[in-house]
């Protein structure tokens, strides 16, 4: 066990001493082959440190330990040499330094096996020193061997370090000794790996030695805290005490550093072997806050702030972070917390981008969203506080797991009336809170607990009244709510980063994709589609403000059975052709075959028309072009030689064509009305008519199936 932590020392002095020298020479490979008889468990170790797989794009030399009966175990040590610098040699070459390097070694290595373990005057350092002294024995002076003076400074506290390694490897620590050595080494991490590089998995010190690094509990626990903390949690979090005081920065890197020693301290508790999931999941889990930005000066503390140390404690900004910290620890016993003020470096870009869009994945995983209501001081006011009226608070709203309201001043919101779950587990599942919500936003509970089962035309309708400071991120903060990732591009403006969106939408959802189409147009989406490039589809709004005229009525969508593609020319897809008359002229519709509609449309005005009527076709031509409209209906399925109807509404839009065209194998319809609101109607069935019509069939009820482009 005492090798182990020897061997994590090592590690540790490596990496400090190329950070302090800034060296990045591409020299020796090391490989020494020790056998140590009479110890019990250790067998045959063979120690290869390999410095010259380090380069430009990959600047990570490499140790493999391999030991006997074990699975062979490959330690990374991250490099962390300054890019474009170079070593300084004193007259030797790469190669000869090497040489030297192993010849020293070797001279050291042959004797202390042989049994001469003071043939460098080390004994002392085996037997007599004390652990302290064992630790900072490289700060010793010691006269350097005739090939030692040949090396330069680096290459000696290499070799410094390897012969410690190989004295703790014959004459391992004793355990109550190594317990007082990890104390130290840990120390020896704080100080001298660097925030901005990245901590290698393998390099962590074992705090308890009964567990090692090889240990399956913590093998398991630190691999999958590792895969965690880079891959699902933040990029920066603040970490804090057990009562929110002591409130510090960090990136991923810290972070994991923290957990792991939070999983060693808990597994040396443990009098048998802990459950390594739940140890992840305990040590991972992280506060997250919704809020509005402070629009008074000095306003909030943000990363650039933090960093330099340029606020106030006093402020308002500060003291939003202290009670958030301060309520994660108290309240939820939370370790860890994250707020877009503060963590996020928003001068860089990649940073920024990456926050963006994995932000809902972030308050989807959270453990609780704290949720700051800085208008709000009773639960009868809470509906009208301007959290509800940001888009980005949206986002946060629907992602969010777990919710904890808090008022102004930071104390929860009270309520009345019968919950699910106690007022402190979730404030998603207490119903005064959910009345709340709904009056402010008229999203339902049932919404807010399946929002990717709504349809796309409502969660884009949740955002239509929502406020931004910049009018990218009205789009930008939909990307989760439709589980999608697109490049931020800020100046590119609205409406091409909504044509954007839209256009991943259609290329991710698979089922009730044309729901897209659900929206009305308005006096400003006439002014946008004049001015739009890309006005060529009719199916797709110009604007997300178009989606306040949805219709409301449930629509039946069939999956499609070719891809939507949105092209210069519009969207292609199979659309079934309703010719229809206004019932001033005719009355009560009378079916021609068996099938009719009466719908009511509002264009100028409100008109009322009777679909599938038989006297449309009695009409002659120029009546036709004159007085009839035709129906496309979007919500079909078309297959071999059969389409389906929807069961309950059809949805359609309006189209200008000749009929008798309509009629014909080949039709493409002029153009499409423009409606207030969206065409939903429900078909009747007569004599028995089913759902599936065979095409040959669709003309004797005077209708017509063609592949348009809309």
């Known amino acids: 066990m005492a090798v182990r932590v020897a061997f994590n020392l090592l590690c540790i002095e490596l990496w400090s001493m190329a950070a302090i020298n800034g060296c990045r020479s591409k020299v020796y490979t090391l490989f020494t082959r020790v056998t140590v008889g009479g110890r019990t468990g250790l067998g045959e170790p063979t120690i290869r440190f390999d410095l010259s797989t380090a380069s430009k794009r990959n600047p990570r030399p490499t140790v493999d330990t391999k030991w006997k009966n074990q699975r062979p175990r490959i330690y ?64 010793q002076p010691r006269a350097a061997s005739d090939d030692e003076s040949d090396l330069t400074m680096e290459a000696r506290d290499l070799l410094s370090a390897l012969k ?109 072997t802990p459950d390594s999931h739940f140890l992840v999941w305990k040590h991972t889990r992280y506060a997250i806050l919704s809020h509005t930005w402070l629009q008074d000066a000095p306003g909030e503390v943000t990363y650039g702030n933090w960093q330099h140390k340029a606020f106030k404690k006093t402020s308002a900004g500060y003291a939003k972070v202290k009670n958030f910290c301060r309520i994660a620890a108290s309240e939820h016993h939370l370790r860890l917390g994250w707020m877009d003020t503060v ?28 949720t700051y209501l800085a208008d709000t001081a009773s639960l009868d006011a809470m509906h009208a506080d301007k959290w509800f009226t940001r888009g980005w608070t949206l986002q946060e709203l629907i992602a969010s797991n777990s919710m904890r309201f808090y008022a102004a001043d930071w104390k929860t919101i009270h309520s009345e009336g019968p919950l699910i779950l106690p007022a402190e587990e979730n404030d998603k599942e207490n119903r005064a809170i959910l009345k709340q919500i709904q009056r402010a936003t008229t999203i339902s509970e049932e919404e807010l607990r399946h929002p990717m089962r709504v349809p796309i035309s409502r969660r884009m309708q949740w955002a239509v009244h929502r406020r ?25 403006g609205a409406e091409h980063a909504f044509r954007r969106l839209v256009k991943k939408i259609l290329h991710r959802s698979p089922d009730n994709v044309l729901d897209i189409a659900n929206w009305g147009y308005s006096r400003s989406d006439i002014t946008l589609f004049q001015k739009h490039p890309g006005a060529g589809c009719t199916l797709i709004p110009p604007s997300l403000k178009s989606y306040e005229g949805r219709a409301e009525a449930p629509v039946m ?33 009378l079916p021609r075959g068996k099938y009719s509609a009466t719908v009511t449309i509002t264009k100028s005005r409100a008109i009322r028309y009777n679909i599938l009527d038989r006297r449309i076709f009695e009409r002659p031509p120029a009546a036709q072009r004159t007085d009839c409209v035709i129906f496309g209906v979007l919500n079909i399925q078309e297959s071999t030689g059969e389409v389906t109807l929807p069961t309950g509404n059809c949805f359609a839009v309006l189209l200008e064509g000749d009929l008798e065209q309509m009629m014909q194998p080949v039709f493409q319809p002029h153009r499409r009305s423009k409606t207030v609101l969206p065409i939903v109607f429900e078909l009747t069935h007569h004599w028995g008519a089913g759902r599936k019509i065979m095409k040959g069939d669709l003309r004797k009820h005077g209708m017509a199936l063609h592949n348009v482009y809309l």
Request: aromatic residues 8%.
């Open 76 to 139: 990374q040590l991250q490099s962390i040499y300054p890019m474009g610098q170079s070593c300084s040699t004193t007259g030797k070459s790469g190669a000869g330094l090497g040489h030297t390097l192993v010849n020293a070694l070797e001279s050291f290595v042959v004797p202390l096996i042989q049994g001469d373990g003071d043939v460098l005057g080390l004994a002392g350092l085996v037997t007599d020193m004390s652990t302290e002294e064992r630790l900072h024995a490289k700060s």
């Open 164 to 272: 410690r390694y190989i004295v703790a490897l014959v004459n391992p620590l004793a355990d109550s000794e190594a317990a007082n050595l990890t104390e130290d080494v840990e120390k020896v991490i704080d100080d001298d790996f660097p925030a901005d590089t990245q901590v290698n998995r393998d390099a962590v010190v074992v705090r308890n030695p009964c567990f090692s690094v090889g240990s399956v509990p913590f093998s398991r626990a630190v691999e999958e805290a590792y895969t965690i903390v880079f891959n699902k949690m933040p990029i920066h979090m603040l970490m804090f005490s057990s009562d929110g005081t002591g409130i510090r920065l960090g990136d991923r890197n810290e972070v994991w550093r923290y957990v792991s020693t939070q999983i060693q301290d808990e597994i040396g508790r443990y009098s048998h």
């Open 343 to 370: 963590c996020i470096n928003k001068e860089s870009s990649s940073e920024l981008g990456e926050s963006i869009r994995s932000m809902y994945k972030w308050y989807q995983a959270a453990a609780v969203c704290i």
């Open 468 to 492: 931004v400071t910049r009018e990218e991120d009205l789009v930008y903060s939909l990307m989760g709510i439709f589980d999608i990732s697109m490049s931020i591009a800020y100046g590119e």
């Open 557 to 589: 969508w069939f999956r499609p059975s070719t891809p939507i593609i949105l092209t210069n020319i519009g969207i292609c897809l199979p659309v079934l052709m309703m010719p229809a008359i206004p019932d001033q002229f005719l009355g009560q519709c």
